[in-house]
C-alpha cells in the first residue's frame, strides 16, 4: 500500500449504529488530520493529530471521537450520528516540523450515509 | 485570520482551449500555496505547491501556477486542456513557520470540459 488509506470506502448506517472509520498513512508523516466534505460546503477541518496528540477539535460534536494510537493510523468512530452527518469523510497526513507545515496527502475518502 | 478566495464556482471550457482558475488569498505573510484536484467520489490530489523561490512552479499533469505578492494571487493554468481535466480544483493556504499546521482550502471551482 502506498500514500494514504481509507476503509471502507462507502459506509451506510443507521442513527444508532456505531461504526469506525480507519485511515493509515505510508509515508512517514508526523501528523494526521480528519476532513468533513459535504455537499455544496467548504471543505471543513474536524481533528488534528501532531506526533498522535490531538491539538486541534473544530466545535466538533460528540458523537464523532477521534483516536490516534501511532503516527500512521487515525480511527474516527462514531455513533448516534444525525443525518446531516451524511458526507465524504476525507483523512490526510502531512511532515510538520519547526520550520512550518508542509502539503497535506489526502486518502480516498469514505462515502458515509446516515439513515 | 487566513482566507482563501476562488471566485469562480464553475469553469467551462472547450478541449484544446487555455485555463486559469483564479484564487487569491488572505494572509499577514507569504504563506505556503497549494492547488488540489478532486475528481468524483475522491480524495484531493496534490497538483502543485509554492514555498519561496520563482514564483512560477510547475506541477504534475501539465498544470503551473504563478505566485503575484502584489496581487495576493496564486492562479493555476493549463496551456490546453484534456477532457480528463474535468474535476474540482481546490486553493489552498498554510502558515510558513509558528502557525501550525491547520490549511485553509477556498470553495473549489468545478471544471467542465466540453469534447
Known amino acids: 500500500e502506498t500514500g494514504v488509506t481509507q476503509t471502507p470506502r462507502h459506509l451506510v448506517m443507521g442513527m444508532t449504529n456505531k461504526k469506525s472509520l480507519k485511515c493509515e498513512q505510508h509515508l512517514g508523516h508526523n501528523a494526521m488530520y480528519w476532513y468533513k466534505q459535504s455537499a455544496k460546503k467548504p471543505l471543513e477541518l474536524m481533528f488534528v493529530y501532531n506526533f498522535k496528540e490531538q491539538t486541534e477539535n473544530n466545535s466538533v460534536p460528540s458523537r464523532f471521537s477521534p483516536e490516534c494510537p501511532n503516527s500512521s493510523h487515525l480511527f474516527l468512530h462514531l455513533h448516534t450520528l444525525q443525518p446531516e452527518d451524511s458526507a465524504l469523510y476525507l483523512c490526510?497526513?502531512?511532515?510538520?516540523?519547526?520550520?512550518?507545515?508542509?502539503?497535506?496527502?489526502f486518502g480516498p475518502g469514505t462515502r458515509l450515509t446516515v439513515t | 485570520a487566513q482566507s482563501v478566495t476562488q471566485p469562480d464556482i464553475h469553469i467551462t471550457v472547450s478541449e484544446g482551449a487555455s485555463l486559469e482558475l483564479r484564487c487569491n488569498y488572505s494572509y499577514g505573510a507569504t504563506p505556503y500555496l497549494f492547488w488540489y484536484v478532486q475528481s468524483p467520489g475522491q480524495g484531493l490530489q496534490l497538483l502543485l505547491k509554492y514555498f519561496s523561490g520563482d514564483t512560477l512552479v510547475q506541477g504534475i499533469k501539465g498544470f503551473e501556477a504563478e505566485f503575484k505578492r502584489s496581487q495576493s494571487s496564486f492562479n493555476l493554468r493549463k496551456p490546453s486542456v484534456h477532457w480528463s481535466d474535468a474535476a474540482e480544483y481546490f486553493c489552498?493556504?498554510?502558515?510558513?513557520?509558528?502557525?501550525?499546521?491547520?490549511?485553509?482550502f477556498g470553495t473549489g471551482t468545478q471544471l467542465k470540459v466540453e469534447l
Open positions: 489552498a493556504v498554510g502558515p510558513v513557520t509558528g502557525g501550525g499546521n491547520k490549511l485553509t
Open positions: 490526510a497526513s502531512s511532515q510538520v516540523s519547526t520550520s512550518g507545515s508542509y502539503e497535506q496527502y
